[in-house]
């Protein structure tokens, strides 16, 4: 018996409001556990992307302003 078949006979409110009511309210914890993690993942990725931007634009600029005399010695 697939999910179709039991709701055939229902009323349109049942089946696109009282079901995601239900599933929001049963899975409601895993749902938002889920988007905080997804969401603290991509805060961490774009913490680490502007740390690292930040660290090359220091070093290169130190190094273009100590070394432009002797910009071959690399």
């Known amino acids: 018996m697939a999910v179709r078949d039991v709701l055939t006979g229902l009323p349109w409110w049942v089946?696109?409001?009282a079901v995601p009511v239900i599933v929001l309210?049963?899975?409601?914890?895993l749902i938002t556990a889920v988007i905080s993690i997804v969401v603290g993942l991509l805060f961490k990725v774009l913490?680490?992307?502007a740390l690292v931007g930040g660290l090359v634009y220091?070093?290169?600029k130190f190094?273009?302003?100590s070394s432009s005399s002797s910009r071959?010695?690399?």
């Open 63 to 65: 190094m273009s302003s």
């Open 72 to 74: 071959g010695d690399w």
């Open 58 to 60: 220091v070093v290169r």
């Open 15 to 17: 089946k696109w409001i």
């Open 47 to 49: 913490i680490l992307v």
């Open 25 to 29: 309210v049963v899975f409601g914890g």
